[in-house]
């Protein structure tokens, strides 16, 4: 059932090799349709966007767990910047017509020998192009050893709301659909950072979506990327650095999620203090120790230190660590981190790891991970093969008066079944506020469509070892009780639509828990 997801990479591939098939002696179009067909078997790629000043690179770093990206004011955070997984580090700037020059990556030095709190500098200014002639930077691309990175390709963009309006375009014209000609989308979700929620975004998110949602509210074709997380971004600020920060923020999200989720523009908000959650996964056991100093200060001595940043850096502050590293952990934590961490141990957290554990989870950050997870890493295939057919579907309608133009009213068909865009619509409503159904159902309809995992024995709650005919059974009987549901008379219309999309989830997962044929090789015919 495509519109679950199950089946469309090998749908959309083959679509892609049926077109190629009757457009190959076109050149260009040949090359079009083959870059379709490599996205399917590339990482997923996510765009960090958001307003100027969001704290993009930084959640970047956090979600990285490296220090990868400038995180200061320099040109690099007006360029789009693509960060792959590499066996080497490695800076490469591209200007638009494809020439290329190395760039020289500097670290800068913090307090005691410890890292500088802004971290990497890409020196732009004496590039060496491989061409004769000097030329303008158009776009970075890192490369660098990572986990994550191996798995997900990070495109950094610039403000939308930069005081340049050609910085701002850039991130437009990456991430807006619309645009001439039948270019691959070049993002199949993406990260948005709010730090208010004001028309700018709206309207930008409005763009994203490319007629997502029409004048009903009823999903239509999907022109832009399919998946959109929101983050509250620098979280901690939102309670002016008070150690219960991040509750304020949560609020925020809350509010800002429901404001989202009537337009369709948003699956989830998440509250994210990223210089914390930063901070907490490049934790150094120098930093840990000037906390465990801190911490044996007084308290309402240590609360008067903190009311300012200035204050507690001042030289002549009588604290028992060196005012140059009291400068250095308030550019990297910030007094809210200073505040947690301290607090942290006074409570009796040990140990630098324990401690960068406990910073992690109170950042956000883990919360983040968890949505990013089942909203786009589980669903990856279905992101990519999404941005594969958009793009199919706009190469073929550019190039009618072939056998390929019987292959785009199934494109279009398979971009208008967004039942998975149901699904992530449903798990963000689910996270703000709760269905008027009992706990157990509510547990069950939130597994169902992938709140826990997207395999089918998650989908269920069954054990991972679980034999074909259960899980048939099980999922038989939550289609009939989830159609059910949505026929009692007593349902709202928006919890009726929630036991449909449940009833469907189930019906996508009887059509890929097929029986498996009797015998493993076809039957032979008896020679005449």
């Not at 765009?47 to 990206?69: C, P, R, Y």
């Not at 890192?142 to 798995?151: D, I, R, Y």
């Not at 210089?275 to 911490?295: G, M």
Request: aromatic share 4%; with cysteine; charged share 20%.
């Amino acid at each position: 059932m495509s519109g679950v997801g199950y089946g469309l990479v090998p749908e959309t591939r083959g679509l892609v090799a049926a077109a190629r098939r009757a457009l190959g002696e076109r050149p260009r179009v040949r090359g079009q349709l083959d870059e379709c067909a490599r996205r399917l078997d590339e990482p997923l790629r996510v765009a960090l966007a958001g307003q100027l000043k969001a704290g993009k690179s930084t959640l970047l770093n956090a979600l990285v767990g490296q220090d990868i990206a400038p995180t200061d004011a320099t040109e690099c955070t007006r360029l789009v910047t693509w960060y792959r997984n590499g066996t080497a580090p490695r800076v490469t700037a591209y200007s638009a017509d494809g020439a290329r020059a190395d760039v020289v990556v500097r670290r800068g030095r913090g307090a005691e020998g410890l890292p500088g709190a802004h971290g990497l500098t890409f020196d732009l200014s004496a590039l060496r192009w491989n061409s004769p002639t000097p030329r303008e930077v158009d776009q970075l691309a890192v490369e660098w050893p990572s986990a994550e990175l191996a798995q997900t390709t990070i495109i950094d963009t610039p403000g939308i709301s930069s005081l340049s309006r050609e910085v701002s375009a850039r991130t437009s014209r990456l991430l807006t659909p619309g645009g001439p000609g039948p270019a691959l989308p070049p993002a199949d979700a993406v990260l948005y950072l709010l730090r208010r929620l004001d028309a700018a975004d709206v309207d930008f998110l409005e763009k994203i979506g490319g007629g997502q949602s029409g004048s009903t509210g009823a999903p239509q074709s999907f022109s832009g990327p399919l998946g959109v997380v929101g983050v509250v971004s620098r979280a901690d600020e939102i309670g002016a650095g008070r150690i219960d920060a991040l509750h304020s923020a949560r609020d925020v999200a809350t509010r800002f999620a429901t404001e989202l989720e009537r337009t369709g523009l948003c699956q989830s908000v998440i509250p994210v203090a990223g210089l914390l959650a930063f901070a907490a996964a490049t934790l150094r056991q120098r930093e840990y120790d000037a906390f465990e100093a801190l911490a044996a200060i007084p308290v309402d001595e240590l609360t008067t230190a903190l009311l300012s940043a200035d204050r507690f850096a001042h030289p002549d502050l009588p604290l028992p660590v060196p005012a140059e590293l009291r400068a250095h952990l308030t550019a990297r934590f910030g007094l809210f981190g200073i505040r947690l961490a301290v607090t942290l141990i006074r409570l009796g957290v040990r140990g630098s790891q324990a401690l960068a554990a406990e910073l992690s989870s109170r950042s956000g950050l883990d919360e983040l991970r968890t949505v990013l997870d089942v909203q786009f890493a589980q669903r990856a295939d279905e992101l990519k093969a999404h941005s594969a057919l958009t793009a199919l579907a706009r190469i073929l309608a550019a190039n009618p008066g072939s056998t390929a133009d019987a292959l785009l009213p199934r494109v279009r068909t398979l971009l208008a079944d967004v039942h998975g865009f149901a699904e992530l619509r449903l798990l963000a409503h689910l996270r703000a506020d709760e269905l008027p159904l009992p706990p157990d159902d509510l547990a069950e309809l939130n597994r169902l469509i992938g709140g826990t995992g997207v395999a089918p024995t998650l989908r269920l709650g069954l054990p991972a070892h679980t034999d074909l005919h259960t899980q048939r059974d099980a999922a038989l009987a939550a289609v009939h009780k989830w159609r059910s549901r949505a026929r009692h008379p007593l349902a709202d219309q928006f919890t009726a639509n929630a036991c449909l999309t449940a009833a469907r989830s189930a019906e996508g997962l009887l059509d890929i828990l097929h029986e498996p044929p009797t015998t493993p090789f076809p039957a032979l015919r008896p020679g005449r």
